[in-house]
């Protein structure tokens, strides 16, 4: 029972140490992106871009996400190229100088896989289907008031391409965000 008191007086103070913390009403992160991606039967190594806006709700900890990705690689003289949108919320747990967060998204993923034969460009396989990560997360660093260095964001993204049992793809990013205006 002593255990329990102390656990809730911790979750009900924890909010008052956030307190002090000026919370952007949107933050914008872009950078790097690497995922190792399921195309068929073949595993496939592919960097790209990654782009993500969280709007800040007024519960401190909540926000609302888009998250946006591009990846590109190549598989037996395959070119394989990945895109997706996703959506949903996001909790974060802010102090001075760090932020920690997880995100639950869903949406949708394209991939597609070209080919060159004799020169010529011979459009592959292009299939689109849902897609979600049911967890991620990542830590950002702050550099200062309106820049913050986002150290690594990791997700396991699983989509529905092709069949229907789900593939799994890692996906590790790091970049700049950019904290813009007050809560």
């Not at 900890?61 to 919320?89: C, K, P, R």
């Not at 997880?102 to 299939?127: C, K, N, P, Q, W």
Request: aromatic content about 12%.
């Amino acid at each position: 029972m002593r255990q329990l008191l102390v656990i809730t007086c911790l979750l009900l103070l924890w909010p008052l140490s956030a307190r002090a913390q000026e919370t952007p009403k949107v933050e914008v992160f872009g950078g790097y992106s690497y995922a190792y991606i399921e195309a068929g039967q073949e595993r496939v190594n592919t960097n790209g871009w990654h782009a993500m806006m969280a709007i800040n709700t007024r519960f401190r900890a909540l926000e609302f996400v888009t998250d946006l990705s591009g990846t590109y690689g190549s598989l037996s003289g395959v070119d394989v190229d990945t895109h997706t949108a996703l959506f949903g919320v996001r909790f974060s747990l802010r102090r001075e100088r760090a932020m920690t967060f997880t995100h639950s998204l869903y949406g949708f993923s394209r991939l597609r896989a070209d080919a060159a034969v004799l020169g010529e460009r011979i459009d592959g396989r292009t299939d689109t289907a849902f897609a979600f990560v049911p967890g991620g997360g990542g830590v950002d660093v702050k550099l200062s008031d309106r820049v913050a260095l986002r150290v690594f964001q990791f997700d396991l993204l699983f989509t529905l391409w092709g069949r229907r049992d789900a593939q799994f793809h890692p996906r590790v990013s790091t970049g700049i965000v950019f904290r813009l205006g007050k809560k």
